[in-house]
C-alpha cells in the first residue's frame, strides 16, 4: 500500500512494501499499481501526491499483537481493578449462586452493572493503548511483533486519532467484533478503527 510521503520516512520505509498488495492515494483514493513502489519517487497517477510504500500488517499478527496487549493488562489493570473491587466490598454480582445456578443467573445480571465494576480497568486499557499509540506507534504487543501504527503520513497518530482509535476499538467490539474481524476482508487491511482514526498498521523490518 502507499502513504503520503516526507523525505524523513519514505527511505527508511521503503524496504517495507509488498509488492503483491493492492493499494489506493490515500490523498484522492485512486488504484496505485503496486509496481510503482519500485519508483526512485512513487508518486498517485491521478493526484501525483508522493507516496510513501509500507508493508501492511495482516490479522493474524495484530491478533498475536493483541493478545500480548491483554496479558499486560490483565496482569496490570484487570489486577488493580479486582483488588479496587476488594476493598470497596461490594456484593458479588451473582450472590450466591453456584455451578449451574450460577450460569443461568449469568442471564439476568444488569450489563450496566458489569460495565460500571469494569470501568476502572477500561479506563487503564484505553490510557494504556492512546498513550503507547500516539508516542511512540507501539504498544508492547506491536513491539514484540515489530509492527507499529501510523497516520497517512507515516507517523504516529496523534493524540486525537489515537483517542478515535480507542473508541473505534470499542464500537467495533459492540458490533459483535465485526469492526475487528474486518481487517481479515480489507484490502489495506484496517479495520473499523482504522478507517475511523485514518491509521493503518504496519510491518517494520
Known sequence: MGLRADDAHALRLRNLWRASCPTACPACDAGVDPATARDDD???????QPLL??????????????????VVLLATAGLLN?????????????GDARGLDAMLSMLDVDPAAVLRRCAPALAMAALYFGL??????????HRMLRLRVIDAYGQPPSPWRAAVRVVGHGL????????WLWVAFDRE???LHDHLARTYVVRES
Open 53 to 70: 510504500p509500507v508493508r501492511v500488517a495482516g490479522v493474524w499478527l495484530r491478533a498475536a499483537a493483541g493478545v500480548v496487549d491483554a
Open 189 to 191: 487491511k484496517r479495520g
Open 172 to 179: 467495533g467490539l459492540l458490533l459483535g467484533a465485526m469492526g
Open 82 to 94: 479486582f483488588l479496587l473491587l476488594r476493598w470497596l466490598d461490594l456484593a458479588p454480582l451473582l
Open 42 to 48: 512513487p508518486r498517485c497517477p491521478r493526484c501525483e
Open 132 to 141: 503507547f499509540w500516539s508516542l511512540t506507534g507501539r504498544t508492547l504487543g
